[in-house]
């Protein structure tokens, strides 16, 4: 079993910046591939970011790249997500998940095993 625990969530004004953090404990794997989705009221729950295990490749949303950033540290078995030049509809409960392998067709909620319990983030205007 892994456990995932997203932090960092809150409110920012548009055009701000916020970092999440999802701590990892429990059973976890060389080769695992981390992600970060989120879901708005009343919306699926969407594909932002995910990375590799080493970090050397990433992949992004279409909504979201060249803002966000996504990161991991595997020694302290966190990833981040670094979000810049945030908009309102940014607003949405964020998750963390993982899955062994990463691939650029990952990108859906079914494709991955273990998530987290969500961090609200909301952008005012």
């Known amino acids: 079993q892994v456990q995932l625990v997203e932090s960092g969530g809150g409110v920012v004004q548009a055009g701000g910046s916020l970092g999440l953090t999802c701590a990892a404990s429990g059973r976890t794997f060389r080769g695992d591939a981390m992600a970060w989705f989120r879901q708005a009221p009343g919306k699926e729950r969407e594909f932002v970011a995910s990375i590799t295990w080493s970090g050397s490749d990433t992949a992004y949303a279409g909504s979201v790249k060249g803002r966000f950033t996504i990161a991991r540290d595997n020694a302290k078995k966190t990833v981040y997500l670094q979000m810049n030049s945030l908009k309102p509809e940014d607003t949405a409960v964020y998750y963390c998940?993982?899955?062994?392998?990463?691939?650029?067709?990952?990108?859906?909620?079914?494709?991955?095993?273990?998530w987290g319990q969500g961090t609200q983030v909301t952008v005012s205007s």
């Open positions: 998940a993982t899955r062994a392998g990463w691939g650029t067709s990952f990108i859906r909620p079914y494709d991955y095993d273990y």
